[in-house]
């Protein structure tokens, strides 16, 4: 499902689409992104996986979301990548549903 994918108008910067696993830190989640590959010597499918951390300037995904995510310039020792758009949302579970409430409130 996510692939590296160059936006066609022009654009030279990768797109990959994988789940978030982590908001804990201040405006930066944790993507992780799943490969498959034929492996080139036995051909057999080989699942492969990768964490990346990207900049979410408004902290508007969350814990299981699927997002797109966009290559951009080092923004500190380890993002170099940010949030372009969410693409589903996960499902909320009773004790965050509460704590957004509470925020609302």
Known sequence: MPETTNTGSGSRRKLLIGQVVSTKMAKTI???VHRQKAHPLYRRVVAHSKKFYAHDEQQSAHLGDFV???E????SRLKRWRLKDILRRAPLVA???TQ??????
Do not use: C
Request: hydrophobic share 35%.
């Open 30 to 32: 944790v993507v992780e």
């Open 72 to 75: 951009t310039r080092p923004l």
């Open 68 to 70: 797109r995510i966009e």
């Open 95 to 97: 004790g965050e549903a």
């Open 100 to 105: 957004e409430t509470a925020e609302v409130s």
